[in-house]
């Protein structure tokens, strides 16, 4: 998806991103999210929940380069804050505060201190092992599970803040419910799939703490020819070089 110029990682039109020492590398889901979370109005504090290499943080530093905002970034793995604090020492932007801390403990600390809250959180159910405890720890939600995520984050945002995700879009129905059980409004949704031709496979969505109406819509990221839609090439061109 995104032109590589260094093996190690993924260069962008204004910062590059190095992901080899992270659990989880660099995908469409996080580039995704990083371009669509809202930003309007302009938050005074973001967090980065499950941050990893930091790509989603890094990309909103660059959305966020003319603001005041503070960007935070939190991850339990100490391989992924190494490498975020690479990614952040590299960047040109003003710089992050990388936080190697256990979400659910950070949370019971800084309550209602956040406008904003992005993550793309482990999303499988542990039925076999993975080889690496690290990847585990990423990929699961053994040890960041929906609920407990949902309740973090609601301890953690302001009134009028919003939680952002990305999630597999088979999971979003079961999630949704969550939420709801848990005190969230669901404010935006946006399906994804990868052309016309397939079944939805993500779906990005931004919660909030008050009731508000649904703003629904769906994108496709390539065209049958397999070039990219002009949609997809709209909310990644500030990112992706080739566009």
Known sequence: ???????????????????????????????????????????????????????????????????????????????????????????????????????????????????????????????????????????YTSTLDHVQLLTSAKQMLTDKGRCCLVLPWQILSAFITQAKQHGWFVERLLHVKYNQQHTYTLALISLVLQPCQLNESELCMRNIDNSYTSQFKHLLQDFYLRF
């Not at 391989?79 to 949370?107: G, R, T, W």
């Not at 309550?111 to 039925?127: E, Q």
């Open 1 to 139: 998806m995104t032109t590589s110029l260094k093996n190690n990682g993924f260069t962008f039109k204004q910062f590059f991103v190095a992901h080899d020492k992270s659990p989880m590398k660099i995908t469409t889901d996080s580039v995704l999210l990083g371009a669509w979370a809202s930003i309007t109005p302009t938050p005074v504090r973001v967090l980065d929940i499950g941050t990893g290499c930091g790509v989603i943080a890094l990309m909103l530093a660059q959305r966020l380069k003319h603001t005041d905002s503070q960007i935070d970034a939190i991850d339990i793995n100490q391989n992924a804050i190494e490498q975020c604090q690479q990614n952040n020492n590299a960047s040109p932007f003003k710089p992050m505060s990388i936080i190697h801390d256990d979400v659910n403990l950070y949370a019971i600390r800084h309550r209602n201190d956040y406008d904003l809250i992005v993550s793309n959180p482990p999303y499988f159910t542990t039925a076999v092992d993975c080889r690496n405890m690290d990847r585990q720890q990423a990929r």
